[in-house]
Structure formats: C-alpha cells, structure tokens
Nanobody, 117 residues
C-alpha cells in the first residue's frame, strides 16, 4: 500500500506563488505516475497535473504555463509549484497515485489553497 501526505497549502495573493508537497511512503517502488487533483468550491474534483516515471508531464488548460509538477525520488516527494496564482485556483489540492488497475487508487488528505484577489 501507499500513503500520501500533502502540505504547503495556505493563503496567497493573486499573482503570488505556493509550492505544494506530497510525501509518499509505503510501496513507492511500484509507482509510475503521480498526479495532482483539485476540488474547487461547488465543482467536481479535476485533474491538474501528472508526471510519469520518464519525466513526461501533462497539465490542464487552466494551469499550463503556471504550474509545474516535479518529483524527487531521493526523498519520495512530489511537488506542485504554483505561480501567478488566480482566485479561481482556490481549492483543496490532492495528491493521487494509482499503482495497478486492479488496485484502488490512493488519495492524500488534501491541502487547502486560498487565493485572495
């Protein structure tokens, strides 16, 4: 099993930056892809960014060119650098892993981000 613990959320001003962290523990060796989701007020949870083991990254249209997902395998961390934040980025952000199709995915507990205008 895998455990995910996010941190780094908080309040930022529009145009500012925050860096979210996700500590990964457990069966990390079998993980190929990490993802960040967010749940904005009154909206469904949505995929924000993903990174594969080969370093390939993808982003939603809302955050491309502003957010960057990275990993540090030495310390089993996944990061989401968020720049030029907008009020509409206000959400709870979740780290996500799905190791195998036959296994349930793993979610972190979430970290709240509030962007003030």
């Amino acid at each position: 099993q895998v455990q995910l613990v996010e941190s780094g959320g908080g309040v930022a001003q529009a145009g500012g930056s925050l860096k979210l962290s996700c500590k990964v523990s457990g069966a990390v060796i079998s993980i190929n892809t990490f993802k960040w989701f967010r749940e904005r007020p009154r909206l469904e949870r949505e995929l924000v960014a993903s990174i594969k083991g080969d370093g390939q990254t993808t982003y939603s249209d809302d955050v491309t060119q502003r957010f960057a997902i990275t990993t540090d395998e030495r310390v089993n961390m996944v990061y989401l650098q968020m720049n030029n934040l907008k009020p509409e980025d206000t959400a709870v952000y979740y780290c996500y892993v799905h190791r195998f199709p036959w296994e349930s995915p793993t979610w972190g507990q979430g970290t709240q981000v509030i962007v003030a205008s």
